[in-house]
């Protein structure tokens, strides 16, 4: 049986997502920001993250295929669901579940970047930093965890678990 343990609980997880928000909300005072939701796994942070923020805002949805099995991505990243809104110029917070090897991130952010965008920063619920491959500057961190395969909250194994109000590492046996 896998067994799972558990890492934020939903309290914990709340009041950062506040304090969050309201960084968010004091950085980009008087601006307008347009939050990118990378699927599937950012869909319930960036959901509560939302709520916490007070400015104008859009929101939109990205999804990625990064190419690796359940537990590792590969470097091979590709949009497979682009954004909606006109992006042009725009100040774009990418919003994810978890920063791992760092690729996704870092292709996302040179992508968006690249096309006309104003700005793009970045932010995550957890920044785990035991396999980081690629230097990235996540602007908005939510929770370090620095290892363990994490469930819950967004956050699959092969697409199970994202429904779990609390974060959880899982181990397999
Ligand atoms: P990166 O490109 O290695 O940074 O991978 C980021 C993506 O891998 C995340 O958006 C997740 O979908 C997935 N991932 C990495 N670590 C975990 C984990 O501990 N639990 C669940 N998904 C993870
Ligand atoms: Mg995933």
Known sequence: ???KTIVLDQEQISSRVRELGEQITREYAGRKVVMLCVLNGAFIFAADLCRAIDLELEIDFIR???YGDAMHS???VQLIKSPELDLHRKDIILIEDIVDTGHTVAWLSR???ESGANSVRL???IDK???RETAVTIDFVGFIVNKGFLIGYGLDYA???RHLPAVFTLEKD
Do not use: K, N
């Open 1 to 3: 049986m896998d067994s």
């Open 64 to 66: 990625v295929a990064s």
């Open 74 to 76: 590969s470097g091979t």
């Open 111 to 113: 992508h968006f970047q």
């Open 123 to 125: 932010c995550t619920l």
């Open 129 to 131: 930093t035991e396999r």
């Open 159 to 161: 697409e199970q678990y």
